[in-house]
């Protein structure tokens, strides 16, 4: 049974740098054949698309996001993360990891509980 | 970037009717690669649809998708009482993936 669980900073400063971290159960990274993603969701608002990362390291970042973000991958722990420097007040939002069902397939068929990520002085 | 419009923006219904959300795109939707979505309050997004009419494992058959080109559509033929949900609409056919706003399916 795939899990995902992400971790993190759940009050980042303005100006600061939000860091998650997703870990994966149930499937190994390491085998390919998915794109892992992160999306997010602000309070009350709906869903964006952030980025994605292969098992290899490759990334694809959303264009409005690029210059701020930063993704990669552990696989000797399963796991993957995302950078997003200079925060503001707009990223708050509940950010969700999710797996992809083939590298070329950008759906979102299993998603993370999500993380809550504050950004406040 | 292809923008994805949902409507009605909020859909009230009652158990046992049937539910019709669209989802319209900004330009065509290569190879039909749509994705619709089911979100319940305080819960991740569930897949519901993908390839814009194939149902995602678990999901029952009361769910169907169809359309094609611009213009999709998510059907749910009787409602049950955890059908009440916000739905969204996502492409993959294009350089990068955009979600609809959403529709909320709400009790009448």
């Known amino acids: 049974q795939l899990q995902l669980q992400e971790s993190g900073s759940g009050l980042v400063k303005p100006s600061q740098t939000l860091s998650l971290t997703c870990a994966v159960s149930g499937d190994s990274i390491s085998s390919g054949g998915h794109s892992w993603s992160w999306i997010r969701q602000p309070p009350g608002k709906g869903l964006e698309w952030i980025g994605y990362?292969?098992?290899?390291?490759?990334?694809y970042y959303s264009p409005s996001l690029r210059s701020r973000v930063t993704m990669s991958v552990d696989r000797s722990k399963n796991q993957f993360s995302l950078r997003l420097n200079s925060a503001t007040a707009a990223d708050t939002a509940v950010y969700y990891c999710?797996?992809?069902?083939?590298?070329?397939?950008?759906?979102?068929?299993?998603w993370g509980q999500g993380s809550l990520v504050t950004v406040s002085s | 970037e292809i923008v994805l419009t949902q409507s009605p923006g909020t859909l009230s219904l009652s158990p046992g009717e049937r539910a019709t959300l669209s989802c319209r795109a900004s330009q065509s939707v290569s190879t039909n690669y749509l994705a619709w979505y089911q979100q319940k309050p305080g819960q991740a997004p569930r897949l519901l649809i993908y390839g814009a009419s194939s149902r995602a494992t678990g999901i029952p058959d009361r769910f169907s998708g169809s359309g094609s080109g611009t213009d999709f559509t998510l059907t749910i033929s009787r409602l049950e009482p955890e059908d009440f949900a916000v739905y969204y609409c996502q492409q993959y056919g294009g350089s990068s993936y955009t979600f609809g706003q959403g529709t909320k399916l709400e009790i009448k």
């Open positions: 999710v797996r992809s069902p083939q590298t070329w397939l950008i759906y979102f068929e299993s």
């Open positions: 990362i292969y098992h290899t390291g490759t990334t």
